[in-house]
Structure formats: structure tokens, C-alpha cells
């Protein structure tokens, strides 16, 4: 059981990639982080050090700029031998058709309105990937999930419902065992950790920005409840 203390869980959106750099959507693809991206996850470690925040255990999903980023993080405040759990469930929310596209020009062929849903709506989906465009039907990170469970595109309402179950099967208990956790992962995915923590509605949730490589603690009541956030 929790002790009556304040629970600390630490979130970080991966630092920039090169995508994020060159301004594409980049979902389920597997960009490397830039040198900004590194500087970015580096100084989320000083910074998380400097709160003299520790940790138990980390959590992570597939995708290399999530995976290094952590690591970073880990290596910064001298934890680098945590245990680390890595699940596509975390993954950034899968961009359809769109990933691999420059985002100026899509909204030039689209137009910005229908760009806009595309990105910031709570249910409505990108067009979606055929079947042999898929790489990650043939990537061996996923070969183990059937093929039918890997996406060829997401809307938030939908990377909420893979990454809720994960949280609260596989995160929920080790806090509640008093174990502290840090979870780097992405911008939709985290944002969809956030709708269900804080119980947003679906409104309020495309409102909600993540900056890269900053890391936000939530202070949780015994029932997991945010009693306060900030950035670091």
C-alpha cells in the first residue's frame, strides 16, 4: 500500500528528432534524435538531478528518440542501471499516410483547416496507411503483436485506448507498491496519458502542448490523483 506521502511520477517528451527538426510527421517512424535533441535529454537529467528526483524504474516505448532520450536522462543523474520497460504501447500515435511528410506541405495540398483536424482533434483520423506502406508490419520490434493489431493510422481517441491499459496495468501497480517512476515517451501518447491522470475532456486535451526534452512532474494523492504539476 502507499504510504501517506506525496507520489512523484516524472514525464519527459523525447527530445528533438529529425523529423521534428525538418517539420514531418514522423507517428511510428523511427527518426534518431538531432544534437539538440541529446542537449535537450541531457539537460532534462541536470534538471530532474538538481530536483534530486530518483527513480525505481523506467518506462519507455519502441521508438529509438524515446528509448535514447531516457537513457540520456538515466545517464545525467547517475541511474543508468534502473531497469527500463520498453511497449509499443507508448508508442507516438501512428500518422497514417501522413508520416514521412513535410507538414508545410501538406497543409498546402489540404488545406490548414483539414491539417489541423488531422493533428488536433480528439477522434478524428489521419487517411490511413495502405497495407504495403506499413513498414512496421515487417519490423521485428512489433513481430510478436498479430498484424492486425498494428495500426495503419490513430486518432488520439485511439493511441488513449492502448495506452490507458498499459498505464494501469503495468505502471499503476509498481506506484503502488512505492516505486518511482519516469516515463519518456511522445507527444500524443503522453498526451493521452495526461486526458486520463488529470480526466480532461476530449476539448481540452487538443489544447495541450508538451514541450521536447522538458521533463513534468505530477504530484499524485494515494489514489493517483494529480494534486500538482510543473515543468522543471
Known amino acids: 500500500m502507499i504510504n501517506h506521502i506525496m507520489i512523484k511520477l516524472a514525464i519527459v517528451r523525447h527530445g528533438q528528432s529529425e523529423f521534428n527538426k525538418s517539420n514531418t ?3 511510428w517512424e523511427d527518426p534518431d534524435l538531432t544534437e539538440l535533441g541529446i542537449k535537450q ?16 524504474i523506467g ?12 537513457y540520456y536522462i538515466l545517464e545525467e543523474t547517475n541511474q543508468l542501471w534502473l531497469p527500463v520497460r520498453k511497449s509499443w504501447r507508448l508508442n507516438e500515435r501512428h500518422y497514417g499516410a501522413l508520416q514521412r511528410l513535410n507538414k508545410k506541405e501538406t497543409a498546402e495540398k489540404y488545406g490548414e483547416e483539414q491539417v489541423r483536424l488531422w493533428r488536433r482533434s480528439y477522434d478524428i483520423t489521419p487517411p490511413f496507411q495502405k497495407e504495403e506502406e506499413n513498414q512496421a508490419k515487417n519490423d521485428r520490434r512489433y513481430a510478436l ?8 493510422g490513430e486518432s ?11 498505464w494501469v496495468d503495468n505502471i499503476v501497480p509498481l506506484i503502488k507498491q512505492g516505486r518511482h517512476v519516469i516515463i519518456a515517451a511522445h507527444g500524443n501518447s503522453l498526451r493521452a496519458l495526461i486526458k ?13 502542448e508538451i514541450p ?21
Open 156 to 166: 488520439l481517441k485511439m493511441t488513449l485506448e492502448r495506452v490507458t491499459p498499459y
Open 25 to 27: 510527421f514522423t507517428g
Open 212 to 232: 521536447t526534452g522538458v521533463p513534468l512532474i505530477y504530484e499524485l494523492d494515494e489514489e493517483l490523483k494529480p494534486i500538482d504539476k510543473y515543468f522543471l
Open 41 to 56: 535529454a541531457q539537460e532534462a537529467g541536470k534538471r530532474l538531478q538538481k530536483a534530486n528526483l530518483e527513480f525505481d
Open 59 to 70: 518506462f519507455t516505448s519502441v521508438l529509438t528518440r524515446a528509448v535514447k532520450t531516457l
Open 196 to 208: 486520463h491522470l488529470e480526466d480532461l475532456s476530449d476539448e481540452a486535451i487538443t489544447e495541450i
Open 145 to 152: 503483436l498479430d498484424r492486425d493489431v498494428i495500426p495503419a
